[in-house]
Nanobody, 123 residues
Framework: QVQLVESGGRLVQAGGSLRLSCAAS????????MGWFRQAPGKDREFVAA????????AYADSMKGRFTISRDNAKNTVYLQMNSLKPEDTAVYYC????????????????WGQGTQVTVSS
């Protein structure tokens, strides 16, 4: 059974930085893309960033480009999200996702999700 455990979320002031981590377990994650989504109160869950296997190529939502960096450590089955220059509008629950294939083609219903970690950015 796939398990994803996120950590790193907390309260931070605007302009600050946070690093989120997501440790995956339960199987071998060869050929799995990994990524981050977020959901603010009253809003739909939205894509933040993704990193592919094995190339490590990355993709970001436009509003995160230049501020967020996604990376992965395949030996540890862990994906990270470095968030810099945080804004109050970045406040949300951040979810890790692991995808059995390419995030570009696999239906979201097949994603594995973590429990989420709260990020709150104060102005």
């Amino acid at each position: 059974q796939v398990q994803l455990v996120e950590s790193g979320g907390r309260l931070v002031q605007a302009g600050g930085s946070l690093r989120l981590s997501c440790a995956a377990s339960g199987r071998t994650f060869t050929n799995y893309d990994m990524g981050w989504f977020r959901q603010a109160p009253g809003k739909d869950r939205e894509f933040v960033a993704a990193i592919s296997w094995p190339s490590g190529s990355t993709a970001y939502a436009d509003s995160m480009k230049g501020r967020f960096t996604i990376s992965r450590d395949n030996a540890k089955n862990t994906v990270y999200l470095q968030m810099n220059s945080l804004k109050p509008e970045d406040t949300a629950v951040y979810y890790c996702a692991v995808v059995p294939g390419s995030m570009r083609t696999v239906d979201r219903a097949r994603y594995y999700w973590g429990q989420g970690t709260q990020v709150t950015v104060s102005s």
